[in-house]
T-cell receptor, first 115, second 115 residues
């Protein structure tokens, strides 16, 4: 199955630690999107990347959060010095191109819990 | 700017009854519209998409949606609800902004199917 793969599925961190979330897009997809989902709040866009480039990071907090999509390997969402408010489900999606008419394909998410 | 409004965060229907989930959008350019379904602890799965071809779009699992430009709506329907339809449904609008795809999701509607 060549779907979007996210790992880990569940991640527990203590306040102040770092969290690294990984996303391997579908085969042939070069566009990656990260979303955060809180209960009763729907999906919130965080960042949109293409290989080696950040295209739109308007939804990502300026501090502690960063994202990359290197030439080789998965996309990484990194949260430094985590706080309780970072607890959420983080979803990655990928698409073939960014022309608007292509659906995004989602992974099953990483559920981050902060102790 | 674009936005999506899903009326009703929770909808309950009896098994075998009509399912109607409402979605209204706003977009300054011709939009592409999508419906996704999310089952517990999973990512979003594409149900159907409108990309400016036929205004009545048929999707998986017996769902369909009609694009009505005059009403800026893209409501999701299914003639007869099944227990397995219980899930959360998200409407999304996509358009080109600044040369790349921008997707905005609604806050979701949880569908409960009563036996």
């Amino acid at each position: 199955n060549a779907g979007v793969m996210q790992n880990p599925r569940h991640l527990v961190r203590r306040r102040g630690q770092e969290a690294r979330l990984r996303c391997s897009p579908m085969k042939g997809h070069s566009h990656v999107y990260w979303y955060r989902q809180l209960p009763e709040e729907g999906l919130k866009f965080m960042v949109y990347l293409q290989k080696e480039n950040i295209i739109d990071e308007s939804g990502m907090p300026k501090e502690r959060f960063s994202a990359e999509f290197p030439k080789e390997g998965p996309s990484i969402l990194r949260i430094q010095q985590v706080v309780r408010g970072d607890s959420a489900a983080y979803f990655c999606a990928s698409s073939t191109e960014g022309r608007g008419n292509q659906p995004q394909h989602f992974g099953d998410g990483t559920r981050l819990s902060i102790l | 700017a674009q936005s999506v409004t899903q009326l009703g965060s929770h909808v309950s229907v009896s098994e075998g009854a009509l399912v109607l989930l409402r979605c209204n959008y706003s977009s300054s350019v011709p939009p592409y519209l999508f419906w996704y379904v999310q089952y517990p602890n999973q990512g979003l799965q594409l149900l159907l998409k409108y990309t400016s071809a036929a205004t009545l779009v048929k999707g998986i699992n017996g769902f369909e949606a009609e694009f009505k430009k005059s009403e800026t709506s893209f409501h999701l329907t299914k003639p007869s609800a099944h227990m397995s339809d219980a899930a959360e449904y998200f409407c999304a609008v996509s358009s080109l902004s600044g040369g790349y795809q921008k997707v905005t999701f609604g806050t979701g509607t949880k569908l409960q199917v009563i036996p």
